[in-house]
Antibody
Framework: EVQLVESGGGLVQPDWSRRLSCVAS????????MHWVRQAPGKGLEWVSG????????GYADSVKGRFTISRENAKNSLYLQMSSLRAEDTALYYC???????????????WGKGTTVTVS | QSALTQPASVSGSPGQSITISCTAT?????????VSWYQQHPGRAPKLMIY???KRPSGVSNRFSGSKSVSTASLTISGLQGEDEADYYC??????????FGGGTKLTVL
């Protein structure tokens, strides 16, 4: 069974930094792209960032470009999101999401973790 | 404002069919062939229901189907059941190397 378990969320002050982690199991992590998607309280889904299978290509939403950095360690089946210069509007539940192909573009997102909550206040 | 527009809410009675639309309002979604649909129950993570406009993952009921006409994708749920009550989101890849979600549609089963 594919499982994605996020961690690292919590309460953080504005302008501070935080790193989220996601540990994957149940599939060959290094063969697939990965994403971070967030959901503000009571709001819809927002794609945050994606990374290809070998970290060669990354992409970011305009709202986080220059502040967030996505990375992965295939040997540890782990995905990360380094968030800096955090703002109140970054408050959300952050989901780790598996891509269905090697690149984060074109291939849909198929399996979602349960998320980790970041509160900026 | 999202490049994908969905109705805020739809409703239907058990056994009926409903359709949720997702209209591309930006040329960034290109030919609009990378459309997916996700179901989200309250307090739960989203679940993939349809991908590439009309393909259904294994394990998803065949009561769920997807289609597209020009710039509007649609999710149809037939034989509506109480467990279908949830929020539904469409998603598409864009030409700006990013993904976009629609604002979401709340489905109420009367």
């Amino acid at each position: 069974e594919v499982q994605l378990v996020e961690s690292g969320g919590g309460l953080v002050q504005p302008d501070w930094s935080r790193r989220l982690s996601c540990v994957a199991s149940g599939f060959t992590f290094g063969d697939y792209a990965m994403h971070w998607v967030r959901q503000a309280p009571g709001k819809g889904l927002e794609w945050v960032s994606g990374i290809s299978w070998n970290s060669g290509i990354t992409g970011y939403a305009d709202s986080v470009k220059g502040r967030f950095t996505i990375s992965r360690e295939n040997a540890k089946n782990s995905l990360y999101l380094q968030m800096s210069s955090l703002r109140a509007e970054d408050t959300a539940l952050y989901y780790c999401v598996k891509g269905s192909g090697m690149t984060y573009y074109y291939y849909h997102m198929d399996v979602w973790g349960k998320g980790t909550t970041v509160t900026v206040s | 404002q999202s490049a994908l527009t969905q109705p805020a809410s739809v409703s239907g009675s058990p056994g009926q069919s409903i359709t949720i639309s997702c209209t591309a309002t930006s040329s960034d979604v290109g030919d609009y062939v990378y459309v997916s649909w996700y179901q989200q129950h309250p307090g739960r993570a989203p679940k993939l229901m349809i991908y590439d406009v009309s393909k259904r993952p294994s394990g998803v009921s065949n009561r769920f189907s997807g289609s597209k006409s020009v710039s509007t994708a649609s999710l149809t749920i037939s034989g509506l059941q109480g467990e279908d009550e949830a929020d539904y989101y469409c998603s598409s890849y864009t030409s700006t190397a990013s993904w976009v979600f629609g604002g979401g549609t709340k489905l109420t089963v009367l």
